[in-house]
């Protein structure tokens, strides 16, 4: 299983846009790249997930380059409520069921 | 459509006792899953259940089990609790589809809470 690497905590301002990064440098064919949020004392929320290129939906958007070893989840225009955990997970399409989760990125989006 | 839903909210148990947490998962999903995330620490998969099965466990020890039902709500027990269980217990269900491709809905959780 591929392992991820996010940044630990990020600050931002209301109305901005947030960009966090995961490397997964070990990803294999058939892994997705797939990010999940957990608000405190609440079980995560699906975000979205990609395998290559750009995707977006009505929450965020997933940037994955060519080469597949990092990721970007872009939130656009942040607000107060988005203030959470943002997980980044590599999940193989079959073996899906057991999800692993890393220490995850706490953003807190300031006033 | 209701959500994933965990009962109790809250446990509080002394060290020896036994802790039954029970799910509901949402109408039409087969799939039942938990994951233990202790304070500071990230989830940990505990279980899965599909079609009244346990299909695959983490790395918990045996006095952790849990049982799948017809309705396809699902408990989780337990045993000879330890100080170190404290945590929040989450519960996910998936469909079979979306199982398959790692979306999962998770429920509120129950904290258990170990004196």
């Known amino acids: 299983l591929a392992k991820t690497t996010q940044p630990i905590s990020m600050d931002s301002y209301e109305g901005q846009e947030v960009n966090i990064t995961c490397s997964h440098n070990?990803?294999?064919?058939?892994?997705?790249i797939t990010w999940y949020q957990q608000f405190p004392s609440q079980g995560p929320r699906f975000i979205i997930q990609?395998?290559?290129t750009k995707v977006t939906n009505e929450v965020a958007s997933l940037f994955i380059p060519a080469d597949r070893k990092s990721s970007t989840l872009s939130l656009p225009r942040v607000s107060l409520s988005d203030t959470a955990v943002y997980y980044c997970?590599?999940?193989?399409?079959?073996?899906?069921?057991?999800?692993?989760f890393g220490s995850g990125t706490q953003l807190t989006v300031l006033p | 459509e209701a959500g994933v839903t965990q009962s109790p909210t809250h446990l509080i148990k002394t060290r020896g006792q036994q802790a039954t947490l029970r799910c509901s998962p949402i109408?039409?999903?087969?799939?039942v899953y938990w994951y233990q995330q202790a304070l500071g620490l990230g989830l940990q998969f505990l279980l899965w259940y599909d079609e009244g099965e346990e299909r695959n466990r983490g790395n918990f020890p045996p006095r952790f089990s849990g049982r799948q039902f017809p309705n396809y709500s699902s408990e989780l027990n337990v045993n000879a609790l330890e100080l170190e269980d404290s945590a929040l217990y989450l519960c996910?269900?998936?469909?079979?589809?979306?199982?398959?491709?790692?979306?999962?809905?998770f429920g509120e959780g129950s904290r258990l809470t170990v004196l």
């Open positions: 070990n990803i294999a064919t058939n892994d997705y």
């Open positions: 996910a269900s998936s469909s079979r589809t979306s199982g398959f491709t790692g979306e999962l809905f």
């Open positions: 109408s039409g999903h087969t799939s």
């Open positions: 990609g395998y290559k």
């Open positions: 997970l590599v999940v193989n399409y079959g073996s899906a069921r057991q999800l692993t």
